[in-house]
Structures are given as C-alpha cells and as structure tokens.
C-alpha cells in the first residue's frame, strides 16, 4: 500500500491508491524493503563519522551556523575518603538532628492534639450558644411585653395592677359578704306551716 499524508500513514483507499499509481493495489507489497536487514547490523543512534562529515560539509554549503557541540567526556574525580574523625563528627551531627527532629515532632503532635481538643471545645460552646439562642427567641406576645416594658411604661403597668388588685380585693369581699348571707340564711330555722 502507498503511504500518503504528512504522518505516514497507510492508504488503505483503493480509489487513491488508483489516483497516486495509477492501478489499485490488490494484495500486500513484496517484502523487499526487509531484504538484507540482518546485513547492516543492530540499530543504535550513534552517527558514523562520514555522516557526521557530510552534515557539516553541506551546513557551510548552505551557509547554515551550527554550533559543534564537542562530545562530553567522562571526568574521573578523586577517589573520596574520610578519616575517622570526618566520619565521628558526622554521626554527632546526625544523631543532633535525629534528636531535634523528634522534638520537633513531639511538638507538633502536643499542638495538634491541643488543636483539635481546642476544635472540640469550640463545636461545644457553638451548640451551647444554638441552643440558648432558641431559648431566647420568644414568642410576639412575649416580646411586645418586653418592648413595652421601659420605665416611662412602668408607672403605668404598676397602676394597672394595683387596679385589678383592688377590684380583686373588691370581689373576694363582695363574694365572702354574699356566702355569710347565704349561711345565716341556712342557718335560720325554716317556719313550719299551720296545719
């Protein structure tokens, strides 16, 4: 099959394999581009030296500047040893630092507990105050008597009750005199009628 597009891709269209040779394609192409593979060897991405050559030859044709980039060569550096003393003095410094970072942790376990019993506290006194603040809200009668309970109210309010005090008063003495009367009344020998 011919590849077409920028991709690479295979044309599997039988009207423009017709179109790009000219015939369709009936079966799949010879296997001649795979002929003498093994010959060239294992792939790798290292340039041969001609190559190499070439692409610079033609970059000055064209008059193109590339920078060479010379290979990076391995720097062998001296072999680094310690002397007891380097060693003991950086097993005191890590032993240092064990230390400090496991008060450091203790630290930050002792605030985050003191944290969350501080979060707990507050969840506490939240609903403490929901539920107060339910308590509170009274209902409009309630609350109309305190709106209208000032001190420019208060001698008013307090006329009132004594008012109602007296004719309670009034009436309990009212309803005592009337019980009296109802008892001597009872209490009287009824006449006997003449035979």
Not at 47 to 64: F, G, P, S
Not at 98 to 124: G, I, P, T, V, Y
Request: net charge negative; with cysteine.
């Amino acid at each position: 099959m011919p590849l077409i597009g920028t991709q690479g891709r295979i044309n599997y269209n039988p009207t423009l394999a017709r179109h790009q040779l000219g015939f369709p394609l009936r079966d799949k192409p010879n296997n001649t581009l795979l002929e003498g593979r093994s010959e060239l060897g294992p792939c790798n991405c290292v340039a041969l030296e001609a190559y190499t050559l070439w692409v610079k030859k033609r970059a000055l044709e064209l008059k193109m500047s590339y920078a060479y980039e010379r290979p990076m060569s391995i720097v062998v550096g001296e072999s680094l040893t310690l002397t007891n003393q380097d060693v003991e003095e950086l097993e005191d410094a890590f032993a240092k630092m064990k230390q400090e970072k496991d008060m450091w942790e203790e630290r930050f376990h002792a605030l985050s507990r003191k944290h969350e019993e501080l979060q707990l506290e507050s969840k506490e006194k939240d609903a403490l105050i929901e539920l107060l603040e339910d308590r509170v809200s009274l209902s409009p009668n309630v609350l109309l008597v305190f709106a209208n309970n000032t001190r420019a109210n208060h001698s008013k309010i307090m006329e009132h009750l004594e008012q109602e005090n007296k004719d309670l008063k009034d009436e309990i003495a009212r309803m005592t005199a009337m019980m009296e009367s109802v008892l001597a009344a009872q209490s009287q020998p009824s006449p006997t009628p003449p035979p």
